[in-house]
């Protein structure tokens, strides 16, 4: 005999157990590529991040170990919105362990090879997003000057070619079967500061994330890469730094930038201690909204 409060009763008391199957169900992958924005520069005779067209004298050394925190780097929102919000990834901490030599007075050559620690995040919609560590892509750099102040020209220019290796960890979100940067690099060192600024392509398979937050603008791809700095040379011992750094998309997506102000104290006439941090702007969808970098450097005689 058809009851229908029967059935009516049977048809609610299924409902929260339906609601938790669908929400508890299976989670896509996400498209893989490399999250990891920020490039340290092996040299570091601009700022920590953006060079000014000078290169490690031949045969000079600079080594450097990086502790890389980042807050919101991996996030969906359609405008400029500091410390709120959730994301696929929301703490990560990476390890850099930066190279630079001199091998010629008019060209050096550096790697960047970061591992990330750990991060973590919230899943959106029917996506997880990566929670685990492993190799990142590790990234090689060879730099020629075309003009040098030490030579009597009135700047300092240099072209530069990054490459990263597809070596990095794919369940990481970390790894680019494909990755180039060629850059254009200028200076100009005065007394006790130094100027500086880079432009370059930033060359990378395009991936749309629009399924997974359903907004068209998030996109990773093809960027027009622009950074400036203004760096102090006075004293002996303590430089400061003023960085910009701006990621304009040439395939979709949205522009992206960072200030980041850095502290190096030259702990011994060999050894450098650093901080550096400062807050992303802008709603690209992997420009963090917070990083923060503490490291120590070791060369073969004093960097600046």
């Not at 490399?34 to 520069?41: A, E, I, K, S, V």
């Not at 930033?202 to 359903?214: A, E, I, N, Q, T």
């Not at 003023?242 to 104290?265: F, H, K, N, Q, W």
Request: net charge neutral.
């Amino acid at each position: 005999m058809f009851r229908p409060a029967s059935v009516l009763a049977a048809a609610l008391l299924s409902l929260p157990f339906s609601a938790h199957a669908l929400e508890s169900g299976p989670k896509s992958p996400l498209p893989v590529f490399d999250l990891q924005r920020l490039h340290l520069d092996p040299a570091a005779l601009g700022s920590l991040v953006v060079a000014t067209g000078r290169t490690l004298a031949a045969g000079q050394l600079r080594v450097s170990l990086n502790y890389h925190y980042e807050h919101l780097p991996l996030h969906f929102q359609t405008r400029w919105e500091p410390g709120d919000g959730t994301g696929l990834v929301e703490n990560k901490m990476t390890a850099h362990l930066t190279v630079g030599l001199g091998v010629l007075s008019w060209m050096d050559v550096g790697a960047d090879v970061p591992f990330i620690l750990s991060q973590g995040g919230k899943p959106t919609l029917e996506y997880f997003g990566p929670d685990s560590g492993g190799l990142a892509t590790p990234w090689l750099t060879a730099r020629a000057a075309l003009l040098r102040q030490t030579k009597g020209a009135p700047l300092n220019v240099a072209v530069a070619l990054t490459a990263g290796l597809p070596v990095g960890s794919r369940e990481a979100l970390a790894h680019e079967d494909s990755a180039w940067e060629p850059r254009l690099q200028l200076g100009y060192v005065g007394d006790g500061f130094q100027v500086g600024g880079e432009a370059g392509v930033f060359l990378r398979k395009r991936r749309d994330l629009g399924p997974v937050s359903y907004d068209p603008r998030d996109v990773v791809g093809n960027e027009l890469r622009l950074g400036a700095t203004v760096t102090s040379l006075q004293g002996e011992t303590t430089r400061g730094e003023v960085s910009v750094l701006t990621g304009i998309p040439l395939d979709g997506g949205r522009v992206g930038a960072e200030l980041l102000i850095a502290i190096r104290r030259h702990a011994l006439s060999s050894l450098d201690l650093y901080v550096m941090g400062g807050p992303g702007v802008g709603a690209g969808l992997d420009t963090p909204t917070f990083r923060f970098v503490a490291g120590v450097s070791w060369a073969t005689s004093k960097v600046d």
